[in-house]
């Protein structure tokens, strides 16, 4: 441009000595082409600052999308235990507990003397007491009762739920290898259990925390390929790109 400028002011001037072009006319132009440099270096300016506006925007917009990505997990993972949770009620309200005297808990002794009381557990008061306990983040309290749930009754439609909250309590307290001990044993245990998914998934996923990835890819891919039309398989997919 200043270039430009000067080739102009040159033409102007061997202009002006051939007296084809006036001295006010060269002032005047002069002043126009100083303005014009002025705006063209105003332009520039609002470009750069443009350009870094949009660089900025880009790279918030990125951090969004990414805090949204892990969001989103956590959001269908609360989902998912609502979910569960519901599922858990439906059991409980349509089952009769009135138990068969193979599911009595076991006798206990009352004292020293050799006098025993058969202990009278409610299934459904002791399965709520641990959930309510994990709902408020009371984690031993809620392993304590989902434990006890599963001394006296093993073989409910609602055992397999309580040994997979076990392993979320543990879960939820970064102690993954013990939660990644329970849902295993569920996986062994309640084989065709509907809480399979949500256990290999979260198998795959103590892994990951413990930096195995190798072993957490392995659960997650069976949660893919073994129930590829869950919820789980989906968060699985999400996590192995």
Known sequence: ??????????ALVALTVSGCVSRKEIIQFQKDLADLN???RVLEERSARLDSLLTSYGQILQTMQAEMSVYSD???HRLNNLEARIEDLGSLYS??????PSQTAPPV??????TSAMLDVDPKKLYDSAYLDLTKGNYLLA????????????????????LYWIG????AQAQYDKAITEFQKLIKDYPTGDKM???????GLSYLELKDRKMGTQFLKRVVDEYPNSVEAKLAKEKMR
């Open 74 to 76: 956590q959001m269908q």
């Open 168 to 171: 979320e309590s543990y879960y």
């Open 95 to 100: 089952q009769s507990y009135n138990r068969k």
């Open 109 to 114: 002794s009352a004292d020293t003397t050799g």
């Open 1 to 10: 441009m200043r270039l430009s400028f000067k080739l102009v002011f040159l």
């Open 197 to 203: 998914p949500a256990s290999l998934y979260k198998t």
């Open 38 to 40: 002025q705006r063209n």
């Open 143 to 162: 392993i304590s009762g989902f434990a006890e749930y599963l001394r006296y009754f093993p073989d409910t439609p609602l055992s397999d739920n309580a």
